[in-house]
């Protein structure tokens, strides 16, 4: 089973709109979990979430760990057409390998 | 810094052949691995290196070959093409002791 699981698998929205994307996990020994947008190429990494770190914000973004609910959201405010990308959820349970969802695809439309 | 560096780009290939996919980092990373991503799958990690001379499996390992001989550098190898290995692979490398990872700018591959 996957141990990574993102929801929506894709959004459309206009610009402007607030959208959250899903991130859900079911791993043995939680580390962190990470963000990351990947546009045509690279995935670029946005904010990484703990233990002791379970909210992060930066401009329009902001992300937020539940461990109870084993669970992250991650928020986008006034979105805008360059916010149009495949945003991927990563899991660290053991050493450093990243246990990615398949990502959620965004498109923001003028 | 040039950060993590990947060669080729591009690269077609006939089922069967062998190739390595290169990697490279400036920032003295020692942890470096290896994924696959395919439409619909996500990221699938393929091997990874803890630092020089370590070297161990990840979720998709056959039909891969990695080596660490230097902190900089960690290859891929396909040791005999097959159409499954059509995909975009990406190197990545981040500090020991941090998850935050860096990617390099992938090769797409085509095997026919």
């Known amino acids: 089973e996957d141990k990574v699981v993102q929801s929506p698998l894709s959004l459309v929205v206009h610009e402007g709109d607030t959208v959250t994307l899903n991130c859900s996990y079911e791993?043995?020994?939680?580390?962190?979990l990470l963000w990351y947008k990947q546009e045509k190429k690279a995935p670029t990494f946005l904010f990484m979430l703990?233990?002791?770190?379970i909210e992060k914000k930066s401009g329009r973004l902001s992300s937020i760990l539940d461990k109870k609910e084993l669970s992250s959201i991650l928020n986008i405010t006034a979105t805008q057409t360059g916010d149009s990308a495949i945003y991927l959820c990563?899991?660290?349970?053991?050493?450093?390998?990243?246990?990615f969802g398949k990502g959620t695809s965004l498109l923001v439309t003028p | 810094n040039a950060g993590v560096t990947q060669t080729p780009k591009f690269q077609v290939l006939k089922t069967g052949q062998s190739m390595t996919l290169q990697c490279a980092q400036d920032?003295?990373?020692?942890?470096m691995s290896w994924y696959r991503q395919d439409p619909g799958m996500g990221l699938r990690l393929i091997h990874y290196?803890?630092?020089?001379?370590?070297?161990d499996q990840g979720e998709v390992p056959n039909g891969y070959n990695v080596s660490r001989s230097t902190t900089e550098d960690f290859p891929l190898r396909l040791l005999s093409a097959a159409p499954s290995q059509t995909s975009v692979y990406f190197c990545?490398?981040?500090?020991?002791?941090?998850?935050?990872?860096?990617f390099g700018p992938g090769t797409r591959l085509t095997v026919t």
């Open positions: 290196s803890v630092g020089a001379g370590i070297t």
């Open positions: 990563a899991v660290v349970d053991s050493g450093y390998a990243l246990n």
């Open positions: 990545a490398s981040s500090y020991r002791g941090t998850h935050e990872q860096y």
């Open positions: 920032m003295n990373h020692e942890y």
């Open positions: 791993v043995t020994n939680f580390r962190s």
């Open positions: 703990t233990s002791s770190g």
